[in-house]
């Protein structure tokens, strides 16, 4: 009996240290690159640096100055729009386009494996492999096609290389690349529906577009609250991959938010400039006050205007 016991204990002690090294590293990560990172940022932000030495020589809202001049200025309100360009086609043409197609693999339609896979792809494959697909499609074998459809004597210019289509070809990608996690978490809550509450739409004479509006989209309202509300972030770190489509040089008027971070960040990095990481810090400062209220709107409206799923 003894035995037996002392055996108990050290499996309840064997497990307790399991336990503990489980979640050790996950919270040695919080600590480190979430709390003590998130500090120094925000202590960035005040420290006011001498421009030759980098040594902090006091505190300063100079930062905060220019980040909010840099939004009022046009290139920040160029910026701004590319940014909430980017969420708004999301909103428009991703979302409504994701739970189709998420409706239409519930449903079981003809191929719909299939959508599902071709859907998903974006989500697997490397981002830069997608963009050179894209890329070549739009510039080289539409256009070609194009040529030869109408005996141009000259090859017309790509969508993306056309000043006149690429934000738009840019906009069309990334609705396209959306598609993979939404349309999988649409569907995947689409399955869990009661197969009698549809059954019930049908015996009540209810189309197709009745049975989705009515009953698949009420149902499915939590799911698409949540990546709604989540996705007022994008509109201040989606680069729109535009990194992966023109690197360093993207042309002008076509930077977003999410891009110009990026870049500026970059930029610190590569000559230690420790000032311009100060300039970051208070710019994202700036951003997440704006972000913060501007999320708890959208969730409050959603919440409010929503369908219920009684």
Known sequence: MEKINRRKKMSKEGNVWVYIALIALPVLQFILFYVVVYFNFIKMAFQK??????????????????????????????????????????????????????????????????????????????????????????DNAIPAFQQYINSLPQRPLGFVA??????????????????????????????????????????????????????????????????????????????????????WDPPAGMETLGYYFFYKASDATTYNDLPAFCQLSAMGLVMTCIAIPLTFVVKYLLKKFGPSEE
């Open 162 to 247: 056309n000043p006149e289509t690429q934000v738009l070809a840019i906009l069309a990608y990334n609705v396209f690349i959306g598609f993979g996690t939404s349309v999988l978490m649409y569907s995947n809550k689409m399955s869990s529906i009661e197969p009698s509450l549809s059954e019930a739409a049908k015996l009540d004479g209810t189309t197709a577009f009745g049975e989705f509006w009515h009953v698949t989209l009420p149902m499915t309202y939590s799911t698409i609250s949540v990546f709604l509300v989540s996705s007022v972030a994008s509109i201040f770190l989606n680069q729109l991959n535009l990194f992966s489509f023109y690197g």
């Open 49 to 138: 640096m001498d421009p030759v030495t980098y040594e902090v020589i006091g505190f300063t809202f100079d930062h905060f100055k220019t980040s909010i001049d840099f939004i009022f200025s046009q290139d920040g309100w160029n910026v701004i729009k590319m940014s909430i360009l980017g969420w708004v086609s999301h909103i428009a043409v991703g979302v409504p386009l994701g739970l189709l197609f998420s409706y239409y693999i519930y449903k079981k339609r003809f191929m719909s494996g299939a959508f599902r896979i071709f859907l998903f792809l974006p989500s697997i494959i490397p981002a830069i492999i997608l963009v050179t697909i894209y890329r070549y499609a739009m």
